[in-house]
């Protein structure tokens, strides 16, 4: 039995494992792909600024060298702002640098990491995942039974597989004449997948916004439904929103040409209205003019 449990533990923080890297691989390249990087140096790979900027919660751009690199700050002046940088390369790579000569591109004010909160959502996407599992397991099986020895576990392990490949089941019972039958009890598992996927759906979604992806619950009322449609779009929209206007506030107090823009179905969405009600407004302004006019 402690061979058994040892081998399960096993395979499930195997499969845990891999669960894990699934989703950390899926928000990784959706984040990737609603960022487009404008006026992109040649030497600077996308990629890199991009998991930089979700993994550290920012980058630095060294005006000597030029540049970009993670960073650890030195010291504080009487506002508590850093007087001085380190700045880090993977391939080792160390430059230690004054404050005035290096450019810091936030992701958000506080330069928090969203690869932290990726991480959380994971953690619970996969409980909720292997609760599923778990789940299922114990409702295929709805009963314990007791036996005395190896040799009874091994003829009822036998009757189970014959029952489920759908053979004929023919056995001898002698607890009937000796008055030692199996004893049976009931698992109580009920069934609590919906109530998971449910929640878990509602993980998924709220992850999914914080990268900009619009999500919405199908499955309630219109009017709940379009309520809850427009807070999700306004939640995803300040998500980027902040990333962007952060970083580009950085770069241009810098001096550099880089900027950060959205490129998810959402955010095109977005221009367009706005683009829209300018025109609409414009429209209103032309003809309260040309009324003007008239009188």
Do not use: W
């Not at 890297?21 to 990737?32: A, E, I, K, P, V």
């Amino acid at each position: 039995m402690a061979n058994n449990t040892r081998n399960s533990v096993k395979e499930a923080i195997i499969k845990r494992q891999k669960y894990e890297n699934d989703y950390r691989s899926l928000f990784s390249m959706l984040f990737h792909n609603a960022v487009v990087v404008e006026d992109l140096p040649e030497d600077l790979p996308k990629r890199y600024l991009l998991r930089v900027l979700k993994n550290k919660g920012g980058i630095a751009y060294d005006r000597i060298t030029e540049v970009f690199l993670p960073f650890v700050k030195i010291g504080i002046d009487m506002y508590g702002l850093p007087k001085a940088y380190t700045l880090i390369g993977y391939d080792g790579t160390v430059l230690t640098r004054d404050a005035k000569d290096v450019v810091i591109l936030r992701a958000n004010d506080l330069e928090y990491p969203l690869e932290l909160y990726i991480e959380n959502q994971v953690k619970k996407l996969v409980d909720y995942d292997m609760a599923i599992e778990q789940n299922l397991e114990a409702i295929k099986t709805m009963s314990f039974a007791q036996v005395a020895d190896q040799a009874q576990l091994l003829s009822l392990s036998n009757l189970q597989n014959a029952k489920r490949i759908g053979a004929t089941i023919v056995y001898v019972n002698k607890s009937a004449l000796t008055g030692t039958e199996t004893k049976v009890m009931p698992t109580g598992a009920e069934y609590l997948i919906d109530k998971l996927r449910q929640d878990r759906k509602e993980c998924m979604n709220e992850t999914l916004s914080t990268i900009g992806i619009n999500v919405a619950n199908v499955d309630k009322k219109e009017r709940v439904q379009d309520a809850e449609i427009r807070a999700s779009q306004g939640f995803a929209l300040d998500c980027l929103t902040t990333l962007f206007e952060t970083f580009n506030h950085d770069a241009e107090i810098g001096g550099l040409k880089i900027r950060l823009k959205g490129n998810t179905s959402l955010y095109h969405q977005n221009e367009l209205d706005i683009e829209k009600k300018k025109a609409e407004i414009e429209e209103l302004r032309n003809s309260s003019e040309g009324e003007n006019l008239d009188e």
